[in-house]
């Protein structure tokens, strides 16, 4: 059983990362009283009968993030699958307001990758850009942006992690081909030699993974991704939180206690980084509970011209949100090149947040150094 601490700990990176408000959320967080599997009180009933009201009122896309959260953060049992299968139910009726979205199968040997699209046209391909969460956000967390990817030139896929959502795959030491996969299913209607990786957290361990084997990825832009130490580290792996473990262990098919010696050859190496051709950039949290600092050096250290952003936040910078959704997407149109009246919007918004955030007694001019590198 799921702890009722941690869960409300971990979830508010991302419901802040779907515009819900905390005088929103903490009234709801409140009235959790236990995680049994859909009894009164509970987490998924909670969450599940607030996103029933939201689809009553006619707000399918608002239903869709709040079971989303009823499913958090993996489904263990029959309440959380059929959050699941409502908040993809709700999405789906979200999205015939945008023609433009559409689905797409992956058939594996392994199992079946399911994604949401735009912008793909056999006619006129586009750059593409694939973006996946972690172990614990499905693809319907991320797929609302995919409407205005066309206004930056690019077409779009949102999919999911291995064993995530609507991804029957098993997490293995060989993911990254599922994201190899995805790139050839859609070669003929997107210009998958010029592909681009906004991978959060583990998948941004995947995404660099894939790009040392596949030279389509010409960037990857991350957030929070381990690499070395969280998989070798064992005095830090103690430290983990239990539902990071948990996840993990379901992803991969093992037990909590063995998931860490399972996983232990997935950590890059130095020799690995160092090789990385594609443009990286990455966002940092400072106060991490689960990505260990020493990662955030060795990515310094070893990846040539990596870009960085920290944030001293906790995992997911939850109070960083609206800075680093501006940064990563400025981080891929630096990557991709063009554009630059939107790549110079983007930057003053990223220094007027930053700076604010920094207080008064600190530099415009820092703030931008921050946003452009220079």
Same mark, same amino acid.
């Given at each position: ?9 971990? @979830? !508010?990176?991302? !419901? ?27 987490? @998924?009933?909670?969450?599940?009968? $607030?996103?029933?009201?939201? $689809? ?8 869709? /993030? ?22 993809? /139910? ?18 594996? &040997? ?18 593409? %850009?694939?973006? +996946? ?10 797929? &609302? @942006? *995919? &409407?205005?990817? /066309? ?26 081909? +599922? ?28 995404? *660099?993974?894939?790009? %040392? ?29 239990? !539902? ?9 098919? +093992? ?12 950590? *890059? ?5 160092? /090789?990385?051709?594609?443009? @990286? ?7 991490? $509970? ?7 050096? *060795? ?9 960085? %952003? ?24 630096? +990557? ?31 703030? !931008? ?6």
């Amino acid at each position: 059983m799921n702890d009722l601490a941690e869960l409300k700990n971990f @979830v !508010v990176a991302h !419901v802040r990362s779907q515009n819900l408000r905390p005088d929103h959320y903490d009234p709801l967080l409140a009235r959790i009283r236990n995680d049994d599997d859909g009894a009164a009180g509970s987490w @998924v009933r909670e969450w599940s009968e $607030e996103a029933s009201r939201l $689809e009553d009122q006619g707000k399918p896309l608002e239903a869709s /993030a709040h079971y989303n959260m009823a499913r958090f953060p993996f489904v263990d049992g029959s309440a959380r699958q059929q959050a699941l299968d409502r908040c993809i /139910a709700a999405f789906d009726c979200w999205r015939t307001s945008f023609p433009a979205i559409g689905r797409l199968d992956v058939e594996l &040997p392994e199992g079946r990758v399911r994604c949401w699209t735009a912008g793909l046209d056999a006619a006129a391909p586009k750059p593409l %850009l694939v973006m +996946m969460g972690g172990i614990v956000s499905i693809k319907e967390q991320w797929a &609302p @942006v *995919l &409407p205005q990817l /066309a206004e930056l030139g690019f077409a779009g896929v949102v999919t999911e992690m291995p064993g995530v959502g609507e991804n029957s795959t098993v997490y293995g030491p060989d993911s990254q081909r +599922m994201l190899s996969a995805v790139l050839d299913a859609v070669g003929e209607r997107a210009d998958t030699a010029r592909s681009y990786a906004l991978a959060l957290s583990f998948s941004g361990h995947l995404a *660099l993974r894939c790009a %040392l084997r596949d030279d389509r990825i010409k960037g990857v832009v991350s957030a929070g991704a381990p690499l070395h130490h969280f998989f070798t580290d064992r005095d830090w792996q103690r430290r983990v939180p239990q !539902v990071t473990t948990d996840t993990l262990a379901h992803l991969t098919g +093992m037990a909590p206690d063995e998931v860490y010696r399972h996983i232990r050859g997935w950590a *890059l190496s130095e020799k690995e980084l160092a /090789a990385l051709r594609a443009p @990286v950039a990455h966002v940092t949290s400072l106060r991490d $509970e689960i990505v260990p600092p020493s990662d955030a050096r *060795l990515l310094r250290e070893r990846v040539r011209g990596v870009r960085l %952003l920290a944030h001293d936040d906790v995992h997911g910078s939850p109070s960083h949100f609206a800075q680093t959704r501006l940064w990563t997407l400025l981080s891929v149109l630096r +990557m991709r090149g063009g554009h630059a009246e939107q790549r110079a919007a983007l930057t003053r918004e990223f220094a007027r947040l930053r700076y604010r955030s920094k207080g008064a007694d600190e530099s415009r001019a820092e703030a !931008v150094h921050a946003a452009t590198g220079t």
